[in-house]
């Protein structure tokens, strides 16, 4: 079955480490998306790539870095940079569904900083 | 700016009766708009959508809603909540015109069922 996969599912990192949250989709969609999502807030977009080796910041990109070398896949590193990266961060990709784009969400990761 | 606006932080519903949770949007034009459902811990999954034709669509596991021009307003609906709908709901709208198609979501509402 098509989908996205997002790993780890949780993730515990020191203070002043770089972590990178993966996430692989094999739906064939040309664009993918980061979101953070903290309680209250809704979600919020980190990152947007609309085609292999192109992306652009989203709201909050700041303190975070992708990349996209494959169609299939668009890793988020959350560097040491941000100031509160605790959170439940979300990968989506966006394909054509009855003539309008549809997200399709991978079940995230929890990325807690100890 | 566009923004999505659900009033709603927490709603409950006792099982067996009906839901409504509200969902409005600015923007002059007609966005696409779409309804997401949250379990815990979980990604998103959609629930339905518009773009286009009926003002009233069909979703899964028994929800609808209706966009309501006038009003801004893309109301989700269900007549009889089961204890399985608890969960978290968000709105989103795709605003076309911004050059590059992104969602904007609403800051969700969390439906609890009693029984």
């Known amino acids: 079955d098509g989908g996205i996969t997002q790993s780890p599912k949780y993730l515990f990192r020191k203070e002043g480490q770089n972590v990178t949250l993966s996430c692989e989709q094999n739906l064939n969609h040309d664009a993918m998306y980061w979101y953070r999502q903290d309680p209250g807030q809704g979600l919020r977009l980190i990152y947007y790539?609309?085609?292999?080796?192109?992306?652009q910041k989203g709201d909050i990109a700041e303190g975070y870095s992708v990349s996209r070398e494959k169609k299939e896949s668009f890793p988020l590193t959350v560097t040491s940079a941000q100031k509160n990266p605790t959170a439940f961060y979300l990968c989506?990709?966006?394909?054509?569904?009855?003539?309008?784009?549809?997200?399709?969400f991978g079940a995230g990761s929890r990325l807690t900083v100890l | 700016a566009q923004s999505v606006t659900q009033p709603d932080i927490h709603i409950t519903v006792s099982e067996g009766a009906s839901l409504e949770l509200r969902c409005n949007y600015s923007y002059g034009a007609t966005p696409y708009l779409f309804w997401y459902v949250q379990s815990p811990g979980q990604g998103l999954q959609l629930l339905l959508k518009y773009f286009s034709g009926d003002t009233l669509v069909q979703g899964i596991k028994g929800f609808e809603a209706e966009f309501k021009r006038s009003q801004s307003s893309f109301n989700l609906r269900k007549p009889s909540v089961h204890w399985s709908d608890a969960a978290e709901y968000f709105c989103a709208v795709d605003y076309v015109n911004t050059g590059f198609q992104k969602l904007v979501f609403g800051t969700g509402t969390r439906l609890l069922v009693s029984p």
């Open positions: 790539s609309q085609i292999v080796n192109d992306f």
């Open positions: 989506a990709s966006m394909g054509k569904e009855s003539g309008a784009n549809v997200l399709t």
